[in-house]
Nanobody
Framework: QVQLVESGGGLVQAGGSLRLSCAAS????????MGWFRQAPGKEREFVAA????????YYGTSVKRRFTISRDNAKITVYLHMNSLKPEDTAVYYC???????????????WGQGTQVTVSP
């Protein structure tokens, strides 16, 4: 079992930056690939980024490439999402998730956090 708790969301102006954190419980954290997804009001949940258990592989959604960076610290059992050059369209609830393989597929993740709100003002 893995429990995930996101933090770091908030209100930021367009062009600003935020760092989201996802703290995990459980000694098996290092075995899991981790992903970030987001969901805006009235829209489907969207893939943002994913990182392999070792950190050696990273995937990004098209809309966030070259602006967002995913990283992890297995010693701190935490995964991060560094978000730069934020846009109003980045406004959403951001969720972290854990799964067996690095993938952009939402259904491939077994554990989910409760989400943290990110709001980007124009």
């Amino acid at each position: 079992q893995v429990q995930l708790v996101e933090s770091g969301g908030g209100l930021v102006q367009a062009g600003g930056s935020l760092r989201l954190s996802c703290a995990a419980s459980g000694r098996t954290f290092g075995r899991y690939a981790m992903g970030w997804f987001r969901q805006a009001p009235g829209k489907e949940r969207e893939f943002v980024a994913a990182i392999s258990w070792s950190g050696g592989s990273r995937y990004y959604g098209t809309s966030v490439k070259r602006r967002f960076t995913i990283s992890r610290d297995n010693a701190k059992i935490t995964v991060y999402l560094h978000m730069n050059s934020l846009k109003p369209e980045d406004t959403a609830v951001y969720y972290c998730a854990a799964g067996d393989h690095i993938t952009s597929g939402m259904n491939d993740y077994d554990y989910w956090g409760q989400g943290t709100q990110v709001t980007v003002s124009p």
